[in-house]
């Protein structure tokens, strides 16, 4: 094979070889700054929850409503990702009622305006339960009013997510929702991570192939010019 088109065959292999990196697209544990959140909510102190895996500070949502005024996450991808994942400590905080007289109280999430998930939490009956929860804490007197409160550990797939501007929502609802400190949430050490390819830039199999064809044509003007 002429030592051109060698060369152009090698560095198209390597191009569609690039490996899968991981990247961080957002980590914030709000003890400094409440960067790229809008929206409802404010930092304020973790209380009795700090004992818990939460740092000193988390993200706190008190509003009312149903659905309540959501905390909004907004980042900006340079290029596209895969395997994304939003993981996050979630602080359920006093009196949440899941199914009993007063509730239900859930607790959401939408990414770019659809619900990606949707759980009624209480704090009458025992921990809530699936596999993308971690028990941390469920029990009486831990921060605010001194109703019985619960943190996890959530762990979201967010599938594969284009280049460009999107948005993670946080919110509460429910005809039983009552907000302010008779119930709210928090979130604490958010980090949304994924795959990139090489740069960060994800090659688009036209692009290579327009790419090849016009090595390929220029190895040929040189055979025909020797």
Same mark, same amino acid.
């Given at each position: 094979?002429?030592?051109?088109?060698?060369?152009?065959?090698?560095?198209?292999?390597?191009?569609?070889?690039?490996?899968?990196?991981?990247?961080?697209?957002?980590?914030?544990?709000?003890?400094?700054?409440?960067?790229?959140?809008?929206?409802?909510?404010?930092?304020?102190?973790?209380?009795?929850?700090?004992?818990?895996?939460?740092?000193?500070? #988390?993200?706190?949502?008190? $509003?009312? +409503? %149903?659905? /309540? &005024?959501?905390?909004?996450?907004?980042?900006?991808?340079? =290029?596209?990702?895969?395997?994304?994942?939003?993981?996050?400590?979630?602080?359920?905080?006093?009196?949440?009622?899941?199914?009993?007289?007063?509730?239900?109280?859930?607790?959401?999430?939408?990414?770019?305006?659809?619900?990606?998930?949707?759980?009624?939490?209480?704090?009458?009956?025992?921990?809530?339960?699936?596999?993308?929860?971690?028990?941390?804490?469920?029990?009486?007197?831990?921060?605010?009013?001194?109703?019985?409160?619960?943190? #996890?550990?959530?762990?979201? $797939?967010? +599938? %594969?997510? /284009? &280049?460009?501007?999107?948005?993670?929502?946080?919110?509460? =609802?429910?005809?039983?929702?009552?907000?302010?400190?008779?119930?709210?949430?928090?979130?604490?050490?958010?980090?949304?991570?994924?795959?990139?390819?090489?740069?960060?830039?994800?090659?688009?199999?036209?692009?290579?192939?327009?790419?090849?064809?016009?090595?390929?044509?220029?190895?040929?003007?040189?055979?025909?010019?020797?």
């Amino acid at each position: 094979m002429p030592r051109l088109l060698s060369s152009v065959a090698l560095a198209l292999i390597a191009a569609l070889a690039v490996p899968a990196q991981a990247a961080v697209f957002y980590s914030n544990d709000f003890e400094a700054t409440a960067a790229g959140m809008s929206g409802a909510g404010f930092l304020a102190g973790s209380q009795g929850f700090s004992a818990f895996g939460f740092g000193n500070q #988390y993200f706190r949502n008190a $509003s009312t +409503g %149903n659905p /309540a &005024a959501s905390s909004v996450l907004g980042l900006s991808l340079g =290029s596209a990702a895969t395997s994304v994942t939003l993981n996050f400590d979630l602080a359920a905080i006093d009196s949440w009622d899941g199914a009993n007289c007063c509730g239900p109280d859930f607790f959401n999430v939408k990414l770019d305006g659809a619900t990606i998930y949707s759980k009624n939490f209480d704090i009458f009956g025992s921990p809530s339960t699936g596999p993308e929860l971690t028990n941390l804490v469920y029990g009486p007197d831990i921060a605010v009013s001194g109703w019985g409160d619960q943190g #996890y550990k959530v762990a979201l $797939s967010l +599938g %594969n997510l /284009a &280049a460009g501007a999107h948005t993670i929502e946080f919110f509460t =609802s429910g005809t039983g929702w009552q907000g302010g400190d008779d119930e709210s949430f928090a979130i604490d050490n958010v980090v949304v991570e994924g795959n990139g390819v090489g740069n960060g830039q994800l090659p688009e199999p036209g692009s290579l192939a327009l790419w090849g064809l016009a090595l390929l044509g220029a190895g040929a003007v040189r055979r025909r010019r020797a």
